[in-house]
């Protein structure tokens, strides 16, 4: 069994995201009996440092690079091909599941005549996985009978591989042209010195509670005491409040964090859906009556607008 | 200019969704359907686009069971031209539905096939890319603006780093996400005109697609429950808890 898992990445530094669609690809191997062998793709444009961090990821066989101009921007139509050249050498695809994940691999699934497996929570054999569907309110377990297997791994689910102890071979691949049809025209990416979203170990979110963006700031300075991400509801996103790269729910970002704090979200299913597998989860509403608390390990009825300076003022207490 | 809007006949999305006793399914007997949430951002987005001028007429197409019609209707109440059903026994695969679609784009040869990023009951996220895939098209995904020129299309994408933007040709297929617009709601006269609208029906047969499923469902099982925890009655008592029992902060 051979396994390929396409790197996500910035054209400098690997995502946290690729080391959890490896860590799904060893657990592949791992159901079959027989081990897998791994190899990453890092396709992108002056990405030598991506090669290089993922060729010391611990468990790959070879991490293959193609390093050309027309996949700076990762557009479908132009990395597409890649896979669909590489297909042969492998049983199964991996991608991360997170928008870049979501963009290219069904085009290449499209080309291939393989219905892609969206989003997989969990390995049951190398051709069986179980997936969310309905915003995670159902389970599905899937058998998959195409040859070859494209699959987007949700991050959240699966451990991530070591990032180093490995010393894979980096293999050059011939760049596949620009299909001359999409042109990228300028990116406004959100810059922040807290972690990322999807892998900070606790992340505090605001909803329509918090009733304006400059509110924000309260949630921001707790995050900066506990080395926390910001995250919003949808609700919150579409008042303005914060952009569009807060958003936790089943069409935003899922998070799985130790600690997940949601101040003044109510808890809509299709918020539920991108966070509720966190570990230990904190509701702060001021409506007892609010669906969060189903959820949550604990809940603190109260006014945000009150608690939050006295969770501040309790930390700084400690 | 031609817009076609593909639309997906869904559980509605404010119905609490169950499990069937023999993990065979989800229940969709006797529960209220309606229009995938995002089909419906796609299909306003059309009625802009013509409404401004891009456009001369806006189809809508779903791939599905006999009763997809309802959700061709909505479609058409809300202000489509015509509509076309293409009648399957069960609801086609991602892959499946990319084919049949792509047997339309090659009939009536739109300028831009507007869809939703994925539909709220398999969350697959794959249409529309394949559908470009199998096209040889551009695709722009999960677009939150989208300015429309004489021959190309300048896309906002809500991605996971924050925005970016692609200019794409005509013809071309676009991804709508949930920030687009806010679809308007059918009026009384015309849900009454949209009973009168053209709907043409194909079978997959019809368009020479084998829609066979891929992928074979095992079972579908309810989500781990999680109980629900303690109540604190202060935010002294939290920060306690955090730190003392649950050792996260």
């Known amino acids: ?260 704090i949601a101040v003044g979200i109510s808890g809509a299913i299709q918020h539920l859906a991108g966070m509720k597998d966190s570990k230990v989860i904190v509701a702060i509403n001021k409506d007892d009556e609010a669906p969060i608390f189903q959820v949550a390990d604990y809940g603190l009825v109260a006014d945000l607008f009150e608690a939050i300076p006295e969770f501040e003022a309790a930390l700084d207490n400690d | 200019m031609k817009i076609l809007v593909p639309v997906k006949r869904v559980i509605d999305a404010n119905v609490k969704v169950r499990v069937k006793s023999d993990q065979s399914g989800v229940e969709l007997a006797n529960i209220k359907m309606a229009m995938n949430p995002f089909c419906e951002i796609a299909v306003e987005e059309a009625l802009r686009m013509k409404e401004a001028g891009h456009a001369d007429e806006v189809i809508v197409v779903s791939a599905g069971v006999a009763q997809a019609q309802e959700t061709l209707r909505t479609g058409l109440a809300m202000g489509a031209d015509r509509g076309i059903l293409i009648e399957c026994e069960n609801d086609p695969e991602p892959l499946a539905v990319a084919k049949l679609l792509k047997a339309i784009c090659e009939k009536e040869e739109p300028g831009v096939v507007l869809l939703g990023k994925q539909a709220i009951d398999g969350d697959n996220n794959q249409t529309g890319q394949m559908l470009a895939g199998l096209l040889g098209w551009a695709v722009a995904t999960f677009a939150s603006r989208i300015e429309v020129s004489d021959d190309t299309f300048r896309v906002t994408r809500e991605i996971d780093g924050g925005l970016e933007a692609v200019k794409t040709p005509r013809p071309s297929v676009i991804t709508v996400d949930l920030r687009l617009n806010e679809p308007r709601y059918a009026s009384l006269p015309n849900i009454m005109k949209a009973k009168k609208k053209q709907v043409d029906k194909y079978t997959p047969a019809d368009l020479g697609v084998d829609i066979s499923p891929r992928l074979e469902i095992l079972k579908v099982v309810e989500p781990p429950a999680r109980d629900a925890g303690v109540k604190v009655s202060s935010a002294a008592e939290l920060v306690d808890k955090l730190k003392n029992e649950a050792k996260v902060i």
């Open chain 1, 1 to 260: 069994m051979s396994i390929l898992v396409i790197a996500e990445h910035d054209n400098q530094e690997l995502k946290p995201a690729t080391y959890n669609a490896i860590g799904a690809a060893l657990q592949i191997g791992l159901s079959a009996g027989e081990g897998a062998e791994v190899d990453v793709l890092v396709v992108g444009s002056d990405c030598k440092p991506v090669a290089e961090a993922a060729a010391a990821a611990d468990g790959i066989r070879t991490v293959r690079v193609a390093d050309s101009a027309e996949y700076a921007n990762f557009i479908a139509e132009n990395v597409a091909p890649l896979i669909v050249n590489l297909v042969s050498e492998y049983t199964h695809i991996l991608v991360p599941a997170t928008t870049f994940g979501k963009n290219i691999l069904p085009r290449a699934a499209a080309l291939l005549d393989v219905q892609q497996i969206s989003d997989i929570s969990s390995v049951v054999s190398d051709d069986t996985f179980i997936r969310p569907i309905y915003a995670g309110n159902a389970m599905a377990t899937v058998k998959s009978s195409d040859s070859v297997k494209l699959v987007t791994v949700r991050t959240t689910s699966f451990e991530a591989s070591a990032d180093s102890g490995g010393s894979a071979a980096i293999e050059a691949l011939d760049a596949t042209g620009d299909a001359g049809l999409s042109v990228f025209d300028g990116a406004e990416i959100s810059s922040s010195e807290r972690p990322e979203l999807t892998s900070a170990d606790i992340v505090i979110s605001g909803g329509r509670g918090m009733q304006s963006g400059e509110n924000f700031a309260m949630l921001e300075r707790i995050a900066d005491k506990l080395g926390a991400a910001v995250g919003a509801s949808r609700a919150a996103v579409d008042a303005g409040y914060v952009p569009n790269d807060y958003q936790v729910g089943q069409t935003g970002k899922v998070v799985a964090p130790n600690l997940y």
